[in-house]
């Protein structure tokens, strides 16, 4: 059958499963074990060569978001990008308000 289908009405080339098929299916990979390995292997990436970023979960507000996604393809590299400008740089550590205290002793005992 060709044309509109209404959804969620099965057709002839498509019954609807009875439970007794329901209950006995099995995963395409156990059925088609060569063909799925395949499939698999082609779908992803594999690992990165170099990897040099690190993924994370992040919880931003939806309007954030929204207005990144609006500028187009490429908008978690804007958002990286911004990211990375206003990320704190600190040519070495600063030593804490208590180190500093402990140097002042020390140099005032000397």
Known sequence: ???KQVYGVPDAENPEWTTEEIRTAKPFAEVFPDLAARE???ASRGPQKTPTKQPVSL???P???AAYRATGAGWQGRMHAVLAAHAPRRAKAAPTPRARRATRRVRRAS
Do not use: A, Q
Request: aromatic share 0%; hydrophobic share 40%; net charge positive.
């Open 1 to 3: 059958m060709r044309g």
């Open 40 to 42: 698999i292997r082609r």
């Open 59 to 61: 919880r931003v507000d």
């Open 63 to 65: 309007e954030v978001l």
